[in-house]
């Protein structure tokens, strides 16, 4: 048994799409694009809004920097980019601008739609209603109609990758979709046997780990209407096993479906993929499309992004507009001639353009703006950068702030300052809303050559990545996802690190001399938690390779931890331990992290683990299945144990004793015939 590997992905859905600003530590500038704010981020990536040197904004989906030295993860990468252009010619689809998968890190830059996801407009619309219902599986069952016809299979259809436009549905994030091979052994597993998707919206042949194709995409979008429609995943559960259990095996509530939407989503949801209905035959049934507009909410989602949008667009001193197509742009100084990308009809905020050159500025009236040179924002860079910058790089620095920001006499040193606003650049530059006017504040020299120090200003609940080792760690802030570590515990005025020894969940500890304080760290493993379970507590997880563990209270069918064993990958240390019947190890890409749990299955009482002439003391009566069983010693105990057998109900085994027999229900290796005899 092999356990589950770090490079698994566990997505969580209903991610928001609400614009958050860049985190300061991190480039603004990927490629040929400018970056604006950030999108959301998935197991794989983040996706940041971007615009490119022609004003089109675009969803840039960027690795994630603790992946970018795994191959599979690059393929994966590199895939997502094929299948996305092979996507592109459909309407229903967000169209790749441009990539680079081979760069040091990694990015792929979509068409930027306005519009929430069916996530959020779940979260903030309730339910939708027959009309809003209908409109919804037309758009879906139109767009895997055009995408299987060119053999392309999505496989992560979901809430969370379908935008709501004006004129329909935008279905986004193919990082796992794939052209079914002849061989039939596609599935959502990558090489080392971790599951990616969300299991809650996955098909019952991509959980059991069969062949997909076309049908696999039907089930889940049928999976994406009930909720949509219900308001609740008919999958839905506490533990992720329970959830693939119910995807493979259980029937979904459809009573809660409006009108008749039932018989149209019905059809989609059969256990075998033959018995399901095609998209295109789906396509068929619903007719023609509808024209009606998307429930309120869903407007004032869109509405409020808009706005967001067009904000941040008026504090760099440019404007927004939405072409036909229904893609977004900004236009404004530093951008190509916008007579090539703002067709005449354009919405955009004032009245439509329709003439040649630059539209007029923001606010209307006045002269055209001319195209030129944009202040960048500062740029840190967690590498120590020199600590002496040449005479000749400081006057030439100086020369370019002049032709930048021009010269408009005594500078305000105030100017930009002691804002709130967290989308206000930081570093060099600062913007002033009042003078809309960038101000510089600092000496250059004096802003580059300090060492980024990402430790200095940690926080319990602050998470990092180590690109170091064992024992010298390299940290690097980042968000909290799979592979991090987070801080649990700060001890200042020390650098000794077994100051963090009894903090819960440690998993390292890294000293910092020159602050003069210990960061107590704990691993976030994305395959349960149960990871950091310790001796006396119980565990459960499915059956198999590669399953999600977690910790539950214990009970008959669990598991008790008897040991743990850290930098191990194997149960060979578990042989010793009393009453050990079971194991699971966790496998990261640093084996100091691998953990072994050694545990014990949870019988129902103490027969379970008795061998041959151990003695007990029964209670109840067993002809009438009532009978419990507590070791004793033999002084005091009514029976003792005259055989044992690993069979289920194997009464022949033992003639004329008494028997007890017990099998676990997830895992039938579990399972006992004992044999005993009255003292």
């Not at 903090?503 to 890294?510: A, E, G, M, Q, R």
């Not at 493993?525 to 563990?549: K, L, N, Q, R």
Request: with cysteine.
């Amino acid at each position: 048994m092999s356990g589950p590997s770090v490079e698994g992905v566990h997505v969580k859905d209903a991610g928001s799409r609400r614009m958050k600003p860049l985190r300061d530590d991190e480039p603004r500038e990927i490629g040929p694009y400018r970056l604006l704010a950030e999108l959301g981020e998935g197991g794989m990536g983040r996706v940041l809004l971007a615009v490119g040197g022609d004003g089109r904004l675009v969803a840039l989906k960027v690795m994630r920097r603790h992946l970018l030295n795994d191959d599979r993860f690059r393929f994966r990468f590199r895939r997502e980019v094929i299948t996305s252009r092979e996507v592109a010619a459909s309407r229903w689809t967000a169209a790749v601008v441009a990539a680079d998968e081979d760069a040091a890190e990694p990015w792929l830059a979509s068409e930027f739609f306005h519009g929430p996801t069916v996530a959020e407009a779940i979260a903030a619309n309730g339910p939708f209603d027959e009309d809003a219902g209908r409109r919804l599986v037309h758009g879906l069952a139109a767009a895997l109609a055009e995408i299987h016809a060119i053999g392309v299979v999505h496989r992560d259809l979901k809430p969370s990758n379908v935008i709501l436009t004006e004129d329909g549905v935008r279905i986004i994030d193919f990082g796992i979709a794939r052209t079914p091979g002849g061989s039939g052994a596609d599935t959502t597993i990558t090489e080392t046997g971790a599951l990616i998707g969300a299991p809650a919206y996955m098909s019952p042949e991509q959980i059991t780990m069969r062949p997909v194709g076309p049908e696999t995409d039907v089930f889940s979008l049928g999976t994406t209407a009930i909720t949509a429609t219900t308001g609740a995943n008919p999958f839905e559960a506490e533990a992720l096993f329970e959830v693939m259990n119910r995807v493979v095996h259980g029937e979904p509530d459809l009573g809660g479906i409006p009108g008749g939407l039932r018989a149209l989503i019905e059809p989609c949801m059969a256990k075998d993929p033959a018995a399901r209905v095609t998209a295109a035959d789906l396509l068929a049934r619903i007719g023609t499309p509808l024209a009606g507009p998307w429930p309120p909410a869903v407007a004032a989602l869109d509405e409020q992004q808009r706005g967001e949008v067009a904000e941040l667009a008026r504090r760099n001193g440019w404007d927004t507009a939405v072409r036909p197509d229904r893609t977004a742009v900004m236009y404004g100084p530093g951008f190509a001639d916008a007579a090539t990308w703002i067709p005449d009809g354009t919405t955009v905020s004032g009245p439509p353009y329709t003439g040649g050159g630059y539209p007029p500025p923001p606010g209307g009236g006045g002269a055209a703006v001319p195209p030129g040179p944009v202040p960048p924002p500062a740029n840190p860079d967690r590498q120590p950068l020199y600590a002496v910058l040449t005479a000749a790089a400081v006057v030439a620095f100086a020369a370019f702030l002049i032709l930048v920001i021009g010269d408009d006499g005594e500078d305000d040193p105030e100017s930009g300052s002691g804002t709130d606003d967290p989308w206000a650049t930081t570093g060099d530059y600062d913007y002033d809303y009042e003078e809309d006017t960038y101000d510089y504040e600092t000496d250059p020299a004096a802003e580059t050559t300090a060492e980024y120090d990402p430790i200095a200003d940690a926080a319990v609940g602050d998470c990092f990545y180590d690109y170091g080792t064992e024992t010298e760690a390299d940290l690097e802030s980042t968000s909290c996802t799979d592979g991090a570590f987070e801080v649990v515990d700060i001890y200042y005025g020390t650098t000794d690190l077994d100051s963090c020894d009894g903090v819960d969940d440690l998993s390292t500890s890294v000293s910092s001399a020159a602050n003069d304080m210990v960061l107590c760290l704990s691993y976030l493993y994305s395959w349960g938690d149960a990871y950091h379970a310790d001796p006396g507590e119980c565990v459960f997880g499915s059956p198999g390779e590669d399953s999600y563990w977690e910790t539950i209270e214990c009970q008959t069918g669990a598991f008790e931890v008897l040991e743990r064993l850290t930098g191990v990958a194997d149960d060979s240390g578990c042989t010793e331990s009393t009453y050990y019947n079971h194991s699971v190890w966790f496998t990261t890409s640093e084996s100091y992290l691998d953990v072994t749990l050694c545990m014990r299955m949870i019988y129902p009482d103490d027969i379970g683990y008795a061998g041959q002439n151990d003695c007990l003391s029964m209670s109840g009566d067993p002809d009438a299945g009532t009978a419990y069983y507590e070791f004793s010693d033999c002084d005091a105990a009514n029976v003792y144990v005259t055989g044992r057998t690993d069979e289920y109900d194997a009464a022949w085994f033992c003639g004329d004793d008494g028997w007890a027999s017990w099998q676990s229900g997830d895992f039938p290796e579990h399972a006992y015939t004992v044999c005993w005899r009255w003292l």
